[in-house]
Nanobody, 118 residues
Framework: QVQLVESGGGSVQAGGSLRLSCVVSGITTSSYYMGWFRQGPGKEREDGAQESRDRSTNYADSVKGRFTVSKDNAKNILYLQMDSLKFEETAVYLC????????????WGPGTQVAVSS
């Protein structure tokens, strides 16, 4: 059974840091394109950061320079290091996987809540 489970969310003050983890089972992170997304209250889901099978990364402009995505293929875990968090980045953060860049993300975790206080 394919499963993605996020953890590491919580409450943090603006300017603080959090590290999210996404434990992957049923597939291998080395074979899939992995990504982090977020959905704030009353907002649409937006891109955060993505890591390809060749470990190249891509970031939304809003998080460049502050967020870092990485994978541990041996442990089958995707990470998101978030620094200098902003109040408006309060959201549910989700990880997802897809087979190809030409296909949509079809495997999703339930998400982990991040609350940033001002």
């Amino acid at each position: 059974q394919v499963q993605l489970v996020e953890s590491g969310g919580g409450s943090v003050q603006a300017g603080g840091s959090l590290r999210l983890s996404c434990v992957v089972s049923g597939i291998t992170t080395s074979s899939y394109y992995m990504g982090w997304f977020r959905q704030g209250p009353g907002k649409e889901r937006e891109d955060g950061a993505q890591e390809s099978r060749d470990r190249s990364t891509n970031y939304a402009d809003s998080v460049k320079g502050r967020f870092t995505v990485s994978k541990d293929n041996a442990k089958n875990i995707l990470y998101l290091q978030m620094d200098s968090l902003k109040f408006e980045e309060t959201a549910v953060y989700l990880c997802a996987a897809r087979v190809s860049v030409s296909l949509p993300y079809i495997i999703w975790g339930p998400g982990t809540q991040v609350a940033v206080s001002s």
